[in-house]
């Protein structure tokens, strides 16, 4: 019988123990950033999302084509590849954190071997030692029981930070989509750039060798022939650099292929630079923007496991609950192992209870608080900048279209005023300076226009991105 004294202070012991967790610190979840935004754009200018552009913008824009260079990006870049099988492992953590929730089961076989030597026994035979033989089997089952969740907070953090993981794997390949469009276009309006480059080249020369005859003739002074040999010399000098910057184009599309730093690639390419479609109209608010963005939703899901994160940190200042046990059997002979008089069985059981650790749990506390803290302050910026971006885009779309039109019109004038220059020249009635000037502006007109047709094309891209519109369809 259990004295009245021991009980009592058995009682006291055990009483510490399970209160001691009472005093863990009281659930602060930081409360999510929720944003003001207005119901329209600024520019005043959005994006119909009734299409959601099921087949993809890089057919309406390039084609099939430039559908078939990111197809190919997506399945040859080896960053998106290191990505994918980054994110692989990152769902593995999961699996392996949901199977602490089930029982572990484990079996055994062990044996052993030992000699005793006897001192001071008068054994028969003289003998002075003895071995003896000891055989186990069993089956050892162990399991903590989830008492408060904890276990399963730490399965689905990993499953919000691999949920998180995937969102960014598609920012990646919206990115690489971006990337690879891009130069697709740099290197389209890089060949345009050159052919006309090459005509310019063409022209000053021609130029050339009619004021070097004059010059023969005596009807053009030295000055004359000085200022077309300047100009044709310049216009071949661009040339070359056009071509340089072409070739480096060429080389970094396909190492975002994959494929070698070449300057011969698989696809052919247009070299010319196709109108854009027109885009649709609609009342549509910026808060659609944000449920399309992968890296938006990237955030959320980051901010939501740093939430499980903190309910982990404080309820490790609850007591846990493990057993372990199962049937087994031992013998001194191997053999008798799975005879059933040698069977045994057992069943342990554990709690523990953290009383003092010198502050660290608190400590974990506070900073699985402050991670959660940084998580949604990292998703408002996430935001901001996602509506900054379209902002930005939307207002650009107005605006280069404008300067386009602008441009083609001074292209235009340029021309006629270069052809109208040239024949006073001819007559004699203007100097060489002019018509070479004026020229060299024809030629810089239309590259100019032929830059701004790029732009255009680079700022359509990103405002696909900006929205999260995917460059292929679905199944892709």
Same mark, same amino acid.
């Given at each position: ?43 005043? +200018? ?14 309406? +824009? ?133 052919? +006309? ?40 000098? #661009?040339? +070359? ?138 998703? #408002? ?65 239309q590259s100019r226009a032929l830059l701004i047709r790029k732009q255009r094309i680079h700022n359509r891209i990103d405002l696909h991105l900006a929205l999260g519109q995917s460059p292929l369809p679905p199944s892709l």
């Open positions: 019988m259990i004295q009245p004294t021991l009980f009592i202070k058995r009682s006291i012991v055990l009483g510490i123990i399970l209160l001691s967790g009472c005093f863990a610190p009281k659930q602060q979840q930081v409360a999510k950033s929720e944003l003001s935004y207005p119901q329209n754009w600024e520019s005043n +200018l959005t994006i119909s999302e009734d299409r959601n552009f099921t087949q993809g913008w890089a057919t309406s +824009l390039g084609g099939e084509v430039l559908h078939n260079i990111i197809e190919d990006s997506w399945s040859g870049n080896p960053s998106l590849t290191a990505m994918t099988e980054r994110l692989i492992a990152q769902g593995e953590q999961a699996t392996i954190l949901g199977a602490n929730l089930l029982p572990t089961a484990q079996a055994e076989v062990t044996g052993s071997r030992s000699k005793r030597n006897l001192i001071g026994f008068n054994l028969p035979n003289g003998s002075t030692s003895f071995t003896s033989n000891s055989f186990t089997s069993g089956l050892n089952i162990s399991w903590e029981l989830d008492l408060w969740g904890k276990i399963a907070d730490a399965r689905d953090s990993a499953e919000k930070r691999f949920q998180a993981g995937s969102l960014d794997l598609e920012a990646a390949k919206l990115s690489l989509s971006g990337q690879v469009s891009k130069v697709w276009y740099e290197i389209i309006e890089g060949s345009e750039q050159l052919t +006309l480059a090459n005509q310019s080249a063409t022209s000053f020369a021609q130029n050339e060798i009619f004021v070097k005859e004059r010059f023969s003739k005596g009807l053009a002074n030295a000055l004359e022939q000085n200022l077309a040999q300047s100009g044709t010399a310049s216009a071949r000098a #661009r040339a +070359l650099s056009l071509n340089r910057q072409l070739n480096l184009s060429k080389r970094r599309l396909n190492v975002l292929l994959g494929n070698y730093p070449s300057v011969n690639l698989d696809h052919n390419y247009s070299t010319k630079l196709t109108p854009l479609p027109e885009l649709d109209y609609s009342l549509e608010s910026p808060s659609t923007a944000l449920t399309q963005r992968p890296d938006v939703q990237a955030a959320e899901k980051n901010a939501e496991a740093s939430g499980l994160d903190l309910s982990i940190a404080r309820k490790n200042f609850f007591p846990s609950l493990s057993v372990s046990g199962g049937p087994g059997s031992r013998s001194d002979e191997f053999e008798n192992l799975l005879d059933k008089n040698f069977q045994t069985w057992g069943l342990n059981g554990s709690f523990s209870q953290p009383i003092f650790n010198g502050g660290r749990l608190r400590a974990a506390q506070r900073q699985a608080k402050a991670m959660q803290a940084a998580a949604w302050a990292e998703y #408002r910026k996430t935001a901001l900048e996602a509506f900054t971006e379209l902002e930005n885009l939307l207002s650009a779309e107005q605006n280069l279209a404008q300067e386009e039109a602008f441009l083609q019109q001074a292209a235009h004038s340029a021309e006629k005023a270069s052809t109208l220059s040239w024949e006073r020249y001819q007559r004699g009635v203007e100097g060489i300076f002019n018509a070479l000037e004026n020229q060299r502006r024809a030629f810089e007109a």
